[in-house]
């Protein structure tokens, strides 16, 4: 009986390491390779004009390389439960294969179609190649729940075995076994759409910064793999104007569609690290930014409202603002801030921005400023942004949004000063925003606070030509960690856990005590030192909390499952918009040391004498004020001892806390907002 195999691409857009397409191809007398493609779905989903152009591309890609090997990619119109059926009749199949895809909604759909195959008697072969581990493995070995912090991810990954090793692509050899015929009509029936086609204008449509396809994939990834010192040293890298541009050896957007395969990226790098650092076996965090990517898949993969919050079992449930003009003007760039609106245009014009441009927008819009759902915020991204996975992306979300994974609301990203810090010149944002090219520097990141006259000689007036700021930062930041606080102080009371005994009140994060820790920060992310810092770091308002890390390190929230579905409104007292909610006072005063007047008092007015004359009873009430007084001082004096030592105790466990939580930062910066791409330089 002849094997007549259809290989189903989805996101596996390439020949090299693809394992399924090498079941489909081992034995069998026919082999077709398809794609399907719903027009109507396509303008209906929410994806943008340079995704849907990468896709196209990639397809464009792969239907030449097939060439190549005199085999041709068949790209069919229609939804996967329609077009299936009459394909097995039309061409007799007896071998579906396709790429395992670890996410709810493709499981479903998977497992559809598995049932119709069976009806019609097609074997189905499913591999998995998007993921390095297999994700039920990781699941297995962590009590059947998925690990909800990296270090316990890491921690697992590292008593598995290596991920399998990837495969040669697919050659002539093995195509002309399995030779198909391919009709002279072919590219009208089965041609790649036009965005033109798809529902797109494509009018004054500029050139790709990235190209789509796996020829350009395995392009960059040599590129990516001469950074030799990079890879030998294994240095962070320094952030600059030049990091937040495109780079030609970004990955990101190709590991998202599968032009390249995560197996051949991670022993790339590996055997490179060998070779220079003679033969050592490289540390886990070498791969750090494919781990985030496996550590979110991992997450979401038995969770189908992972990119939501409602019935979210690890997103904390967050009374977040409904306000359709303000996401607007975010999504658009016009909130008056330069720096978050030249991100948002170099999101919508290139479809990428680096890493930490997204930490900006992404704590501007939710927890920092705006105080909008992560929600929206995700579906711009995931209209805009070429590497929106929807893992990655809802994870991603979550975490920057202190919604699950990351708990240190306290730290936002200050929209003048962060920018600065990073590009003092102000070049980005006059690539980005040309109306505000001609602005000196002192301005270009705040030009609402330039004299009249200089905005006139730049041609551009702020409430004229270039909006003012959608909000006073330093207010609604402030406003907003306080709405935060309630939030996870609800969370504390609902699990009896003391998770705000090391969040600073008000007074402390405007006055941070000046300890050795917060005199030797360095990096991007740390608090300005003095006056003369802060007007360096580019703000020109006093220092607020927005740009300040506390000297105390909040601890990650450890459980939130069940405790994430309790809504802080139907619970907490006081206002969210309050600055001084009532439930975090009372929570602050129940671990302030009582004071003398109230111990005083409190003794005094229980206490009677009635063996005292009325002319000796003042006298005795004094000398018994002082016993008193000197007991509560000496008592003092013997809690602050044992104070000192607890404090000994909680810094000692919060350094070491501190420092995870800022390698874990780096990782995250490295991975879940950033092209797969190494240093910049």
């Not at 069998?28 to 849907?52: E, Q, S």
């Not at 392009?219 to 890298?237: I, M």
């Not at 270039?466 to 102080?489: D, T």
């Amino acid at each position: 009986m002849a094997v007549n195999s259809v290989h189903w691409f989805r996101k596996g857009l390439r020949l090299h390491d693809n394992p399924v397409l090498q079941e489909a191809l081992d034995g069998a007398d026919t082999v077709r390779c398809v794609y399907i493609l719903d027009p109507w779905f396509a303008g209906a989903a929410n994806v943008g004009i340079n995704r849907w152009r990468f896709l196209l591309e990639a397809l464009e890609d792969l239907d030449s390389s097939l060439k190549k090997l005199k085999s041709r990619l068949f790209v069919i119109r229609g939804q996967p439960t329609d077009v299936f059926p009459r394909l097995f009749k039309e061409w007799e199949v007896t071998r579906l294969t396709f790429e395992y895809d670890p996410e709810p909604y493709g499981k479903e759909r998977d497992g559809a179609i598995i049932k119709m195959a069976q009806e019609f008697g097609v074997e189905t072969i499913v591999r998995n190649a998007h993921t390095l581990y297999n994700l039920d493995r990781i699941i297995e070995a962590n009590n059947n729940s998925p690990p909800l912090t990296f270090k316990r991810f890491q921690a697992i990954v590292s008593r598995l075995d290596l991920p399998r090793r990837p495969l040669p692509p697919i050659n002539q050899q093995q195509m002309d076994r399995c030779r198909t015929n391919i009709a002279d009509n072919h590219n009208q029936q089965y041609s790649i759409p036009s965005l033109k086609e798809l529902g797109f204008r494509t009018e004054g449509l500029p050139p790709a910064v990235w190209q789509g396809g796996e020829s350009e994939a395995l392009d960059r990834l040599n590129k990516h793999l001469d950074k030799k010192v990079w890879v030998a040293n294994f240095e962070h890298p320094r952030v600059n104007t030049c990091s937040l541009y495109a780079s030609p050896t970004g990955l990101s957007p190709y590991l998202r569609f599968g032009c390249l395969s995560c197996q051949v990226l991670y022993y790339n790098l590996r055997e490179l690290y060998m070779k220079l650092r003679k033969r050592s076996s490289p540390p886990l965090s070498l791969f750090g930014q494919l781990l985030w990517r496996e550590f979110f898949y991992t997450a979401a993969t038995n969770n189908p409202n992972f990119d939501r919050m409602e019935a979210n079992p690890i997103c904390v449930q967050i009374p977040w603002d409904q306000n359709p003009e303000a996401l607007a003007k975010w999504a658009e760039g016009r909130t008056g801030f330069p720096w978050i609106d030249a991100i948002m245009t170099q999101l919508r014009q290139e479809g990428w921005i680096h890493h930490l441009a997204r930490h900006a927008v992404a704590c501007f819009l939710t927890r920092g400023d705006l105080w909008i759902s992560w929600e929206s915020g995700m579906k711009v991204f995931e209209e805009l942004l070429l590497d929106a996975d929807w893992s990655v992306n809802a994870g991603s979300w979550m975490w920057l949004s202190c919604s699950a994974f990351f708990q240190q609301f306290f730290h936002c990203y200050c929209p003048v000063g962060f920018g600065r810090r990073t590009d003092p010149s102000g070049d980005y944002i006059r690539r980005y925003i040309p109306m505000l090219k001609d602005y000196p520097n002192r301005y270009i990141y705040e030009p609402w606070n330039a004299p009249e006259s200089v905005q006139k000689a730049a041609n551009c007036v702020v409430g004229v030509d270039y909006p003012k700021p959608m909000i006073n930062h330093a207010e609604g930041s402030r406003l907003n960690i306080e709405r935060m606080k309630q939030v996870y102080q609800q969370l504390s009371h609902y699990r009896g856990l003391s998770l705000l005994a090391s969040v600073p009140t008000i007074q402390e994060e405007a006055e941070p005590p000046m300890t050795d820790e917060s005199l030797t920060g360095s990096g991007p992310d740390s608090p300005p030192k003095g006056p003369a810092d802060w007007e360096a770091a580019g703000c020109s308002i006093a220092p607020d909390v927005s740009t300040v890390y506390p000297s105390s390190t909040f601890a990650p929230y450890p459980d939130l499952e069940g405790a994430a579905n309790i809504h802080p409104s139907q619970t907490l007292s006081g206002s969210p918009g309050s600055h001084t909610p009532s439930s975090v006072t009372a929570a602050m005063s129940t671990w302030a040391p009582p004071s003398l007047s109230s111990l005083s008092s409190s003794k005094s007015s229980t206490s009677t004498c009635p063996n005292v004359s009325p002319s000796t009873q003042p006298s005795s009430l004094g000398q018994r004020r002082k016993g008193l007084t000197r007991k509560v001082r000496r008592d003092q004096r013997q809690r602050g001892r044992k104070e000192e030592v607890r404090r000994a105790e909680i810094a000692g466990r919060e350094e070491r806390m501190e420092e995870d939580v800022e390698q874990q930062e780096e990782r995250m910066e490295e991975a879940t907002f950033e092209e797969i791409s190494g240093p910049q330089q």
